[in-house]
């Protein structure tokens, strides 16, 4: 059975920094690319980064300078490191391997 939990989420004020976790079991974690969404309230689901299976990111333009994605394939798990948070950055965060997503994980920057 194919698991992905995210955990890290909470309050934080503009300009502040957040790690995201995302703990994978029941796949073969390696070799899959890990991808990160984010769902704000009455808004579509929208992509904010990519880790490839060999190490690589990618990353949208709104995010990019301030998000870092990051993996660590002994532990089966990834992280989006979050910089220089602003409210527009409050959603609900999800990590997303293969098929699989996982529950998400609320972010809400605010002073």
């Known amino acids: 059975q194919v698991q992905l939990m995210e955990s890290g989420g909470g309050l934080v004020q503009p300009g502040g920094s957040l790690r995201l976790s995302c703990a994978v079991s029941?796949?073969?974690?390696?070799?899959?690319?890990v991808n990160w969404y984010r769902q704000a309230p009455g808004k579509q689901r929208e992509w904010v980064a990519t880790?490839?299976?060999?190490?690589?990111?990618n990353y949208p333009d709104f995010v990019k300078g301030r998000f870092t994605a990051s993996r660590d394939n002994a532990l089966r798990m990834a992280y989006l490191q979050m910089n220089s948070v602003k409210p527009e950055d409050t959603a609900v965060y999800y990590c997303?391997?293969?098929?699989?997503w996982g529950p998400g994980t609320q972010v809400t920057v605010s002073s």
């Open positions: 997303k391997l293969a098929s699989y």
């Open positions: 029941g796949i073969t974690f390696d070799i899959f690319h």
């Open positions: 880790i490839e299976s060999g190490g690589a990111t």
